[in-house]
């Protein structure tokens, strides 16, 4: 081996990032993974809402309003604190047919820029608006007036937030594996 040839060679600790930025990453990526694990449990009482529905309106003609906004709610809230678990399995709609092209380096200068121009201005505003009216909802008391059970419509609106915070939390880590990319020509 020639000293030109040793010399190009990296250190495999080089290659790992530093523990400040691994551990970050670690500790967002596992929260996020562990609430999206946690919403999963909220199928099993969506799909029995729905079934108990199907059962009473059909074989004996006499549907459940309330089961109609109970799935609603529950649908509603899983969609919405599930989407930062969506972003960690990198679940999201991406238009890749020019992206799987590029270098990872390049990838991570496409996805860094659209996190800090795009993802997070426009979080940061649907933060914003959807706290004032989850808050609004909690201080009137506000409930549905779409069947009889009145549910409070305060924790759905408060899904919204948190569900955006979350998704924000992700995105740094996101943010942080696109520093890397970039850094170093590899994905974490």
Request: charged letters at 15%.
């Amino acid at each position: 081996m020639s000293s030109e040839a040793v010399s190009m060679e990296v250190a495999p600790e080089e290659l790992l990032p530093p523990r400040p930025l691994a551990v970050t990453i670690k500790v967002i990526d596992t929260f996020g993974d562990w609430v999206g694990k946690t919403l999963a449990w909220l199928v099993i009482p969506l799909m029995a809402g729905l079934v108990i529905e199907v059962f009473s309106r059909y074989l004996f003609n006499n549907p459940m309003v309330w089961v109609y906004e109970m799935t609603f709610m529950i649908y509603g809230g899983m969609f919405m604190l599930g989407a930062a678990y969506t972003l960690l399995q990198k679940m999201h709609i991406r238009t890749d047919i020019f992206y799987e092209r590029f270098t990872v380096r390049w990838q991570g200068i496409v996805d860094g820029s659209l996190y800090i121009v795009i993802f997070f201005p426009g979080l940061i505003f649907l933060f914003d608006a959807s706290w004032g009216q989850a808050m609004h909802s909690f201080h009137l008391r506000e409930v549905s007036e779409a069947s009889p059970w009145a549910p409070p419509l305060w924790p759905m609106k408060m899904a919204i937030p948190i569900g955006t915070a979350l998704l924000l939390v992700q995105g740094f880590s996101e943010l942080l594996k696109c520093w890397w990319a970039v850094k170093r020509g590899t994905w974490l």
